[in-house]
């Protein structure tokens, strides 16, 4: 099993569907998080979650909801999505320590919103 | 406004070239400083963590530096494979776990 995995790998949804990402890390972390990557533009941090509890949230519209049941598993509920969504969504985890936070990424789920 | 700055923005070497990609930032107090490699199609993969100003890492043909106000990825005698694009990363103290990362520098190295 790698690191950090995520399904799907590729997601192409209408702006009224409702659909999940889904990631899971096998590497013990209590910290996992949700980025967004887009062309041109540096990673943009969406949510922070450390032992299940939400830490950050970078003014993320509603439309995106993230949902941690355990430190292993993490999800990005989305809903009525716009064109300006479609973009790598990346996952990490870390375990935070005295000497830094060292983030593993997963793959990534490409998502196209038409 | 806490930032982090990467230059060039595209590289092109030749196989045996050696370059070196920068990575400039405006912070209010940095805790670390993190470079990663990320191939099209996937995830960032973790290649160094520095610390403090004067610490080296190297691993292969890389080799980071950092100062007080910039980090230098210097690529060795590049070869076709190292072609990614690299970014770089800050953790500020006051911000938790969070990392800002740049925009990255697009390498292509051909033979």
């Known amino acids: 099993e790698t690191g950090v995995t995520q399904t799907p790998r590729h997601l192409v949804m209408g702006m009224t569907n409702k659909k999940s990402l889904k990631c899971e890390q096998h590497?013990?972390?209590?910290?996992m998080y949700w980025y967004k990557q887009s062309a041109k533009k540096p990673l943009e941090l969406m949510f922070v979650?450390?032992?299940?509890?939400?830490?950050e949230n970078n003014s993320v519209p509603s439309r995106f909801s993230p949902e941690c049941p355990n430190s292993s598993h993490l999800f990005l509920h989305l809903h009525t999505l716009q064109p300006e969504d479609s973009a790598l969504y990346l996952c990490?985890?870390?375990?935070?320590?005295?000497?830094?936070?060292?983030?593993?990424f997963g793959a990534g789920t490409r998502l196209s919103v038409l | 406004e806490d930032q982090v700055t990467q230059s060039p923005e595209a590289l092109r070497l030749q196989e045996g070239e050696s370059s070196s990609l920068n990575c400039s930032y405006t912070?209010?107090?940095?805790?670390?400083l993190f470079w990663y490699r990320q191939d099209p199609g996937k995830g960032p993969e973790f290649l160094f963590t520095?610390?403090?100003a004067g610490e080296e890492k190297e691993k292969e043909r890389l080799k980071a530096t950092l100062t007080k106000k910039e980090s230098f990825l210097h690529i060795t005698a590049p070869k076709p494979e190292d072609s990614a694009t690299y970014l770089c990363?800050?953790?500020?103290?006051?911000?938790?776990?969070?990392?800002?990362f740049g925009k990255g520098t697009t390498l292509s190295v051909s033979s």
């Open positions: 990490a985890s870390s375990q935070p320590n005295r000497e830094g936070n060292i983030q593993y």
């Open positions: 590497l013990g972390h209590n910290a």
């Open positions: 979650y450390n032992f299940k509890e939400q830490t």
């Open positions: 912070v209010s107090g940095l805790r670390g």
């Open positions: 520095l610390y403090s």
């Open positions: 990363a800050v953790q500020l103290n006051q911000a938790g776990t969070a990392l800002i």
